[in-house]
């Protein structure tokens, strides 16, 4: 069993950064798939950003390109989020995913395909 335990939330006027951070509880980390997604208030969650065990891809929502920048520290164990120029928008529960081995990094936007989930960290971001 995989945990994962976010940090890094808070709040932000727009236009702000946070760097939001996941923790997993695993050593082969190397191996795993991580993305963030987020859930907005009376919204459903949707995919932000992930990066894949396989050379490393990356893979971003339309929303956040250019804004948000997802990383890995394997050698830490933990996945990051970058969100700079937060709008109100923004603003949700994040969470950290992960799969292991997911065999194709096209499938890294759909949240059926990871198996470990996190508590999930809150964005606040004021006008």
């Known amino acids: 069993q995989v945990q994962l335990v976010e940090s890094g939330g808070g709040l932000v006027q727009a236009g702000g950064s946070l760097r939001l951070s996941c923790a997993a509880s695993?050593?082969?980390?190397?191996?795993?798939?991580a993305g963030w997604f987020r859930q907005a208030p009376g919204k459903e969650r949707e995919f932000v950003a992930a990066?894949?065990?396989?050379?490393?891809?990356?893979y971003y929502a339309d929303s956040v390109k250019g804004r948000f920048t997802i990383s890995r520290d394997n050698a830490k164990n933990t996945v990051y989020l970058q969100m700079n120029s937060l709008k109100p928008e923004d603003a949700a529960v994040y969470y950290c995913?992960?799969?292991?081995?997911?065999?194709?990094?096209?499938?890294?936007?759909?949240?059926?395909?990871?198996?470990?989930w996190g508590q999930g960290t809150q964005v606040i971001v004021s006008s």
């Open positions: 695993v050593r082969t980390f190397s191996i795993y798939t």
């Open positions: 995913a992960a799969d292991r081995q997911m065999p194709t990094a096209r499938r890294m936007g759909a949240q059926n395909e990871y198996d470990y």
């Open positions: 990066v894949s065990w396989i050379g490393g891809s990356t």
